[in-house]
């Protein structure tokens, strides 16, 4: 690993390249939530592509695809408190790798999208989800975009750390 000097040019430009994009990120996930949450009702459904996408307005009490939905006592505080150490893992990470793009966008991704559902979370006490997809009757798990930076972020360490390996 290579440890950062925070004065050192390179990973300034490096911290504000994370944070650009995590933001971009965090807006672009919370605009578009907002959108949905001030034209749909809950459940409420627009068909985008007939057979394959619609746009339908649900709420995820639980984990990634709705795991642990309906544990009311402690949910909202473990989903928290997860996300926070996510979030802090996530800048330890980047902290701690090496100067790579995959490195940075998989982390500012990850980062982002997390901030997205915490938002979320605190500000609803569950996640605002709206795109479906399905093929005839089966449907893959509602999501948004948060949802899908954290998976394409994923996806990018993962390789990084396949890569480095």
Not at 36 to 60: C, D, K, M, Q, W
Request: charged share 15%; glycine share 8%.
């Amino acid at each position: 690993m290579v440890k950062q000097n925070p004065t050192d040019g390179d990973f300034r430009g490096r911290l504000a390249a994370f944070f650009t994009i995590a933001i971009f990120v965090l807006v672009l996930d919370q605009i578009t939530k907002n959108l949905v949450l001030s034209n749909f009702a809950l459940h409420e459904s627009l068909n985008v592509i007939p057979g394959f996408f619609n746009v339908t307005y649900v709420r995820n009490t639980g984990a990634a695809f709705g795991l642990l939905a309906g544990q009311e006592k402690w949910r909202h505080l473990f989903f928290q408190m997860v996300s926070l150490l996510a979030l802090g893992a996530i800048v330890y990470l980047f902290w701690t790798s090496k100067r790579d793009r995959l490195a940075l966008w998989g982390s500012a991704l990850v980062f982002g999208g997390a901030a997205g559902n915490l938002v979320d979370r605190i500000r609803f006490g569950y996640v605002v989800d709206f795109m479906d997809f399905f093929l005839g009757s089966y449907h893959w798990p509602a999501f948004n975009v948060a949802d899908s930076s954290i998976t394409v972020g994923a996806f990018l360490l993962a390789i990084k750390f396949l890569w480095d390996k």
